[in-house]
Every structure is written in C-alpha cells, then in structure tokens.
C-alpha cells in the first residue's frame, strides 16, 4: 500500500515558539491532505483539509492563523503550530486519499508534540 | 448532527472472541472502516465495508448493516497484542471521514 512519513516524530519546544509538522506521500501524489490532532483518549479530530494549490479549509473551532498549513507540491503538506501553548500539546497525525479510490486513507505515523 | 457511537472500553480473555458494536447516524454514507490503534502511534486499517454483509479478514471480521445503521468488528482467538483502540469510522456524503471515540481493548491472560 501507499506510504505517508511525518517528520518529526516528535518534537519538544517552549511556549512561544513556533513548529513545523512535514507529512509526505512517498510513492504517490496527493492533492488532499488531512490533519488531524488526538488527545489522550479520545478520537482523532479532523482539523483541516489541505488542498495541493490552494488553501486549506479549516473545520470550525480550529484557528486558522495559529495552525497554518501549506501544501505546496503534491507530495508534501506542512503543518505550522505557531506561538504554541501547553493546551497543544497532542498527537497530530496526518492522512491522504489513495488514488485508486478516495475510500482508501493512509495515515502518517504521527507527530507527538510537547510544549513546555 | 453526526454521531458515531461504539463502547468506550471492553475486556475479554485471550484465546476468547469479543465483538465490538458501532453504532452511526450521518449525513450520507460511502462506507464503514475499522482501524487498530495502540497507545502512541497512528491509526492501521483493519476493515472497509459498503455492502451488508460479513467480511472475514483471518481472526477479524466486520459487519455491517446499513438500513440499522450498525457494524461490529469481532476479533477471535484473542491474542495479548489484539489490547488496543479500535476505531470506528464512516465516511459521509462529502468523502470526510467522521470518526467514533474509540473502544479500548483490553486483553487479560
């Protein structure tokens, strides 16, 4: 099957800062992208939906102007948690639609983010 | 709204079969998936269903009837590794997967 890589895997950083979360599709293209964060037992929570060549469309209750996602080739989405507080830290995982039928999905291993 | 609603924690033996129910209401349906998650990592497929019926995957199989609404996922000749989340999840009208809370598995000698 398809294979989705997340870099970094995870990722400590103080409060303030800002991270960035790469998700690639390594041996197929995908003009859409899924974000998605996981706190401690709970369920994934879809984030956005990043669209290769344009913007991405957030779902409600996510800030646009803190997470920024640029999907700038169709290999490649990247995740931006800009000025990042204690209350992100979460597993964002990344996913793409396999090309042979969009009811594929293939997830990235994940990226666990701690913010001191 | 949409609702996905399945058992927020089982327990069953090993060597034993557990059956995980989920339940859903959602706008449009184009299938049902199952997904294994352990602690810490991301989500493995496990099972796609859009027709009703069983499908029979080695130790696991789903099922699914849509005029109810309702798939489970049956896991049998448990083993100490099956312990983990599945994950129920439908994808709408839209192609947009909406996901349940997750069952956690937890398998004892």
């Known amino acids: 099957g398809a294979v989705v890589s997340q870099h970094p895997s995870w990722v400590i950083c103080k409060s303030g800062t800002s991270v960035k979360i790469e998700c690639r599709s390594l041996?197929?293209?995908?003009?859409?992208m899924f974000w998605y964060r996981q706190f401690p037992k709970q369920s994934l929570m879809l984030m956005a939906t990043s669209n290769e060549g344009s913007k991405a469309t957030y779902e409600q209750g996510v800030e646009k102007d803190k997470f920024l996602i640029n999907h700038a080739s169709l290999t490649l989405s990247t995740l931006t948690v800009t000025s990042a507080h204690p209350e992100d830290s979460s597993f964002y995982i990344c996913?793409?639609?396999?090309?042979?039928?969009?009811?594929?999905?293939?997830f990235g291993p994940g990226t666990r983010l701690t913010v001191l | 709204g949409q609702n996905i609603d399945q058992p927020t924690e089982m327990t069953a033996t090993e060597g034993a079969i557990v059956q995980i129910n989920c339940t859903y209401q959602?706008?449009?349906?184009?299938?049902l998936f199952w997904y294994q998650q352990h602690a810490g990592e991301a989500p493995t497929f496990l099972s796609y269903?859009?027709l009703d019926g069983l499908e029979e995957k080695g130790r696991f199989s789903s099922f699914l009837s849509r005029s109810k609404g309702y798939s489970y996922l049956l896991l049998k000749e448990l083993q100490m590794k099956d312990s983990a989340s599945y994950l129920c999840a439908v994808l709408d009208s839209n192609y947009q997967l909406i996901w349940g809370a997750g069952t956690k598995l937890i398998i004892k000698p």
């Open positions: 959602t706008s449009g349906f184009n299938g």
């Open positions: 996913s793409a639609p396999g090309t042979v039928s969009y009811n594929e999905q293939f």
């Open positions: 269903n859009v």
């Open positions: 041996d197929f293209q995908a003009t859409t």
